[in-house]
């Protein structure tokens, strides 16, 4: 059974630094490019960062260029997003994907279940 299990949102305040982890079970963790989208209320579910299975290719959103950071950990089939100088606007479900392949603006296969990242300003 896919599982991917997404852990570390929470409450902060601007400013504030967060790191969310997505731990992957019931598929290979090689050959999959991994991303991490968000939705915030009442807006489309767009995808923030993204990473090939290798870290050699990876994708920011510009919204995020410079404050967030991805990366994986392929031996404990984690990915996580390490967010800093978090703005109010960052306030969303973020959502844990993979897909096969190395191609990273694409659709996602498998997605888990979300966590809710709120900033207060």
């Known amino acids: 059974q896919v599982q991917l299990v997404e852990s570390g949102g929470g409450l902060v305040q601007a400013g504030d630094s967060l790191r969310l982890s997505c731990a992957v079970s019931?598929?290979?963790?090689?050959?999959?490019?991994m991303g991490w989208f968000r939705q915030a209320p009442g807006k489309e579910r767009v995808l923030v960062a993204a990473?090939?299975?290798?870290?050699?290719?990876?994708y920011y959103a510009d919204s995020v260029k410079g404050r967030v950071t991805i990366s994986r950990d392929n031996a404990k089939k984690t990915v996580y997003l390490q967010m800093n100088s978090l703005k109010p606007e960052d306030t969303a479900v973020y959502y844990c994907?993979?897909?096969?392949?190395?191609?990273?603006?694409?659709?996602?296969?498998?997605w888990g279940q979300g966590t809710q990242v709120t900033v207060s300003s």
């Open positions: 994907a993979a897909r096969w392949g190395t191609t990273l603006v694409a659709p996602y296969n498998y």
């Open positions: 019931g598929f290979g963790f090689s050959n999959y490019a």
């Open positions: 990473s090939t299975w290798s870290s050699t290719s990876t």
